[in-house]
C-alpha cells in the first residue's frame, strides 16, 4: 500500500468492493428471491461485476502489482461455480434427419411504439421470420393486427392470444407451428399484463408441451432516467416488487407443468440473467440451448450496451439439443434465439 498512488489506492479500495459483490453473487442462485432480495437484486448486474472485476484485474497487471490475484482469483471461481456469461469454443452443429427447430422472439409490438429509429420494422421482422423458418415460433409482446394477417401463412396452425372487441388488458403472445397445434390455452399471471401460452404440439407419434413465457418486466431500459431520478429505498423497493411477481409466475408455471406427462419445452422472456435464483428455480434439471450448443454471450439483450441473456429455450431430458444460434439483428429490444432439437 505504501508504494501505491492515491488513485490507485482508490482503484484497490473499488477492486475490494467489486471482488466482495462477485462473491456474494455465488449464493444468488441457490437463496430464494422472494426472501433474499439484495441477492437477486445482485444477480441482475452480475455481468457488469464480471466485466469490472476482468477490467480491474487488467490493470494490476499492466501496473505489475500484485493485486491482480484479487479479481483473478475470484473470476476462475466465479466461470466454474456459475453458469459462464461467455461461452468459449466453436458452437455445436449436429443437426441430422427428424429434427425440428424452435425460436423465440419478444418483438416489442412490431415497433408499434417507433421506439427503434428505423422505417418498416414491421416488414423486417417478417422478412427475418421468413428467412430463417423455423418450425415453430414463440412470440412475446406480439402485434395484435398479425391476427388477421396473412403474412405467415406458411405457419398453418397459429394462436395470438388476442380478442378483438375484448380488452383482457394482457401484453399479447402467440405461438406459430408448421406442426398441428392440438391444444393451446394462455395461462394468466396475478396482478400483471404479463402472461404464459401453453401449447400442446404433434410432431410425427410424439406430443410434446411447449410453454411460451413472458415473465414480470423490470422495465429498467425504457426508464433509466426514471430510475436515477428515484431514490434508493423506492428504486429497492420497486426491484423487490417485480422479483416477487416473478417467483409467483415461475410457480404458476411450475404448478401447471405437473399436471402433464408430455415432452416438455419452456421459451421466452425470463426478465432475468442465469444467474437468478428465478432461473435456477424454473430451469431445474432442464437444458439450455445456449449452454449446450451456443457460442459467445448468448446475448438476447442489451442493457445500456452491456450483453445480457434473459431470453431461453429450455428443454427436459426428452430432448437433444444439436443447435442454438444467437441472431444479431436490431429489429426489437431483445435479440431472438433459435435451436435445433431432436426427440430421443
Given at each position: 500500500?505504501?508504494?501505491?498512488?492515491?488513485?490507485?489506492?482508490?482503484?484497490?479500495?473499488?477492486?475490494?468492493?467489486?471482488?466482495?459483490?462477485?462473491?456474494?453473487?455465488?449464493?444468488?442462485?441457490?437463496?430464494?428471491?422472494?426472501?433474499?432480495?439484495?441477492?437477486?437484486?445482485?444477480?441482475?448486474?452480475?455481468?457488469?461485476?464480471?466485466?469490472?472485476?476482468?477490467?480491474?484485474?487488467?490493470?494490476?497487471?499492466?501496473?505489475?502489482?500484485?493485486?491482480?490475484?484479487?479479481?483473478?482469483?475470484?473470476?476462475?471461481?466465479?466461470?466454474?461455480?456459475?453458469?459462464?456469461?461467455?461461452?468459449?469454443?466453436?458452437?455445436?452443429?449436429?443437426?441430422?434427419?427428424?429434427?425440428?427447430?424452435?425460436?423465440?422472439?419478444?418483438?416489442?409490438?412490431?415497433?408499434?411504439?417507433?421506439?427503434?429509429?428505423?422505417?418498416?420494422?414491421?416488414?423486417?421482422?417478417?422478412?427475418?421470420?421468413?428467412?430463417?423458418?423455423?418450425?415453430?415460433?414463440?412470440?412475446?409482446?406480439?402485434?395484435?393486427?398479425?391476427?388477421?394477417?396473412?403474412?405467415?401463412?406458411?405457419?398453418?396452425?397459429?394462436?395470438?392470444?388476442?380478442?378483438?372487441?375484448?380488452?383482457?388488458?394482457?401484453?399479447?403472445?402467440?405461438?406459430?407451428?408448421?406442426?398441428?397445434?392440438?391444444?393451446?390455452?394462455?395461462?394468466?399471471?396475478?396482478?400483471?399484463?404479463?402472461?404464459?401460452?401453453?401449447?400442446?404440439?404433434?410432431?410425427?407419434?410424439?406430443?410434446?408441451?411447449?410453454?411460451?413465457?413472458?415473465?414480470?418486466?423490470?422495465?429498467?431500459?425504457?426508464?433509466?432516467?426514471?430510475?436515477?431520478?428515484?431514490?434508493?429505498?423506492?428504486?429497492?423497493?420497486?426491484?423487490?416488487?417485480?422479483?416477487?411477481?416473478?417467483?409467483?409466475?415461475?410457480?404458476?408455471?411450475?404448478?401447471?407443468?405437473?399436471?402433464?406427462?408430455?415432452?416438455?419445452?419452456?421459451?421466452?422472456?425470463?426478465?432475468?440473467?442465469?444467474?437468478?435464483?428465478?432461473?435456477?428455480?424454473?430451469?431445474?434439471?432442464?437444458?439450455?440451448?445456449?449452454?449446450?450448443?451456443?457460442?459467445?454471450?448468448?446475448?438476447t439483450y442489451d442493457l445500456n450496451g452491456l450483453p445480457m441473456r434473459i431470453d431461453y429455450i429450455l428443454t427436459d431430458d426428452s430432448f437433444e439439443i444439436l443447435e442454438h444460434q444467437n441472431y444479431d439483428v436490431k429489429l426489437s429490444d431483445h435479440y431472438p434465439i433459435k435451436a435445433t432439437l431432436q426427440i430421443k
Amino acid at each position: 500500500m505504501k508504494k501505491l498512488s492515491i488513485f490507485q489506492k482508490f482503484i484497490l479500495l473499488f477492486n475490494y468492493g467489486v471482488a466482495f459483490l462477485l462473491l456474494l453473487s455465488f449464493f444468488a442462485k441457490n437463496l430464494p428471491a422472494e426472501k433474499y432480495t439484495i441477492f437477486a437484486v445482485l444477480s441482475l448486474i452480475l455481468p457488469l461485476v464480471v466485466v469490472l472485476n476482468i477490467v480491474l484485474m487488467l490493470y494490476w497487471l499492466l501496473k505489475r502489482k500484485r493485486f491482480f490475484w484479487l479479481s483473478a482469483v475470484l473470476l476462475v471461481i466465479s466461470y466454474v461455480v456459475l453458469l459462464p456469461i461467455y461461452k468459449f469454443g466453436e458452437p455445436s452443429v449436429k443437426a441430422g434427419k427428424g429434427d425440428f427447430t424452435v425460436m423465440t422472439f419478444n418483438t416489442r409490438n412490431f415497433n408499434k411504439f417507433k421506439s427503434i429509429d428505423k422505417n418498416n420494422v414491421d416488414s423486417l421482422i417478417i422478412d427475418f421470420v421468413n428467412k430463417e423458418d423455423a418450425d415453430i415460433i414463440c412470440f412475446q409482446e406480439f402485434y395484435h393486427a398479425m391476427k388477421r394477417s396473412d403474412k405467415l401463412s406458411q405457419y398453418t396452425y397459429q394462436f395470438v392470444d388476442f380478442v378483438y372487441g375484448e380488452n383482457t388488458g394482457r401484453v399479447i403472445q402467440a405461438v406459430y407451428s408448421k406442426y398441428p397445434i392440438l391444444k393451446v390455452e394462455p395461462i394468466e399471471f396475478p396482478k400483471s399484463a404479463n402472461s404464459a401460452i401453453y401449447a400442446d404440439i404433434l410432431i410425427k407419434k410424439d406430443t410434446l408441451r411447449i410453454y411460451n413465457l413472458h415473465l414480470q418486466s423490470f422495465k429498467i431500459s425504457p426508464e433509466v432516467n426514471t430510475f436515477k431520478n428515484q431514490n434508493s429505498k423506492r428504486l429497492f423497493g420497486r426491484l423487490k416488487k417485480v422479483i416477487k411477481l416473478q417467483k409467483d409466475q415461475i410457480d404458476i408455471i411450475k404448478e401447471h407443468h405437473t399436471k402433464t406427462n408430455h415432452k416438455t419445452i419452456f421459451v421466452g422472456d425470463f426478465n432475468n440473467t442465469q444467474f437468478s435464483n428465478i432461473y435456477n428455480t424454473l430451469k431445474g434439471d432442464f437444458q439450455d440451448s445456449f449452454l449446450e450448443a451456443g457460442q459467445g454471450f448468448g446475448r438476447t439483450y442489451d442493457l445500456n450496451g452491456l450483453p445480457m441473456r434473459i431470453d431461453y429455450i429450455l428443454t427436459d431430458d426428452s430432448f437433444e439439443i444439436l443447435e442454438h444460434q444467437n441472431y444479431d439483428v436490431k429489429l426489437s429490444d431483445h435479440y431472438p434465439i433459435k435451436a435445433t432439437l431432436q426427440i430421443k
